[in-house]
Nanobody, 120 residues
């Protein structure tokens, strides 16, 4: 059974930091490309960051310099370090396992999501 379990969300003030974790089981983790996505109320789900099986990363412009995706292959965990958080970062954050193609990260393995709220 494939499981992706996110944790680390919560309420934080603007300028604060959070680190999200996504624990993965049921797949050969080292073979998968991984991604973090987010969905704010009324918006479509959007990509935040991708890390390939070889460790190459890509972050969307709105989070560059503030967020960092990483992975621990031994622990089978993907992280999203989020610094200098802004109210517009408020969303449910999801991790995804798949294969990176020209069409994006293709796959059907998603976590259940973790809420991040940035507010004073």
């Amino acid at each position: 059974q494939v499981r992706l379990v996110e944790s680390g969300g919560g309420l934080v003030q603007p300028g604060g930091s959070l680190r999200l974790s996504c624990a993965v089981s049921g797949i050969v983790f080292k073979l998968y490309d991984m991604g973090w996505y987010r969905q704010a109320p009324g918006n479509e789900r959007e990509k935040v960051a991708i890390i390939t099986s070889r460790g190459r990363t890509d972050h969307v412009d709105s989070v560059k310099g503030r967020f960092t995706i990483s992975r621990d292959t031994e622990k089978k965990i993907v992280y999203l370090q989020m610094n200098n958080l802004k109210p517009e970062d408020t969303a449910v954050y999801y991790c995804k396992a798949g294969t990176l193609t020209s069409a994006g990260l293709v796959g059907n393995y998603w976590g259940q999501g973790t809420q991040v709220t940035v507010s004073s």
